[in-house]
């Protein structure tokens, strides 16, 4: 149990489009769900975190009207990364919990996608 | 300094040894800590939950020392299949959110 699915695994784009990347929770409901970033030899950066029916909590830094983030449903949040340039070429990683604090092992994660921005 | 900081490693290891690394965190507020083992290119997979009292499971175990701040992950009778990136992750105290470590590189040679 306690599966989460991400689509898709990899994604090439031209700079300057936007690209969409869907986090499913396959066999639960996600009451909470984060979105992480990971650049090579870096540790997992947490982006945002996004509870189902409400807008997305952002961190520092992070720019909101860049990275667009829907939880319409328990099972699915949408990531959206809008205007892609090269430096946001990563691996994005989603996590789910049935829990709202979602601390600790009650994060389940995705298998990620890679982004290349050309 | 770092929330969460780890030896980026690559620690090199023969098949069959014992390796141990540690992890320090800055917030003495931090409640939960865990280990995680990141596969190159993979999402990270839970290995281990760090309890005050220790924790053991095979030939992983994994401790908490509060007063000076870190957690170490020993790995006893190491195999191939246990080359990866290990993860230390803390919580943030109060707000749950989760802190993570940079990860230490294992490579364990045949």
């Known amino acids: 149990g306690a599966v989460v699915s991400q689509h898709p695994s990899r994604v090439i784009c031209k700079s300057g489009t936007s690209v969409k990347i869907e986090c499913r929770s396959l066999d639960f409901q996600a009451t909470t769900m984060f979105w992480y970033r990971q650049f090579p030899k870096q540790s997992l950066m947490l982006m945002a975190t996004?509870?189902?029916?409400?807008?997305?909590?952002?961190e520092q830094g992070v720019e909101k009207d860049k990275f667009l983030i829907n939880h319409a449903s328990l099972t699915l949040s949408t990531l959206t990364v809008t205007s892609a340039h090269p430096e946001d070429s990563s691996f994005y990683i989603c996590s789910a919990s049935q829990v709202p604090s979602g601390s600790g092992n009650e994060q389940y994660f995705g298998p990620g996608t890679r982004l290349t921005v050309t | 300094r770092k929330e969460v900081e780890q030896d980026p490693g690559p620690f090199n290891v023969p098949e069959g040894a014992t390796v141990a690394f540690n992890c320090t965190y800055s917030?003495?507020?931090?409640?939960?800590f865990f280990w995680y083992r990141q596969d190159c290119r993979k999402e990270p997979k839970l290995l281990m939950s760090?309890?005050?009292?220790?924790n053991e499971d095979g030939r992983f175990t994994a401790q908490l020392n509060r007063a000076s701040q870190y957690i170490s992950l020993l790995i006893r009778d190491s195999k191939l299949s246990d080359s990866a990136t290990y993860l230390c992750v803390v919580n943030g105290g109060s707000n749950y959110q989760l802190i993570w470590g940079a990860g230490t590189k294992l490579i364990i040679k045949p």
């Open positions: 996004s509870n189902e029916g409400s807008k997305a909590t952002y």
């Open positions: 760090v309890y005050s009292s220790g």
């Open positions: 917030n003495s507020a931090s409640q939960s």
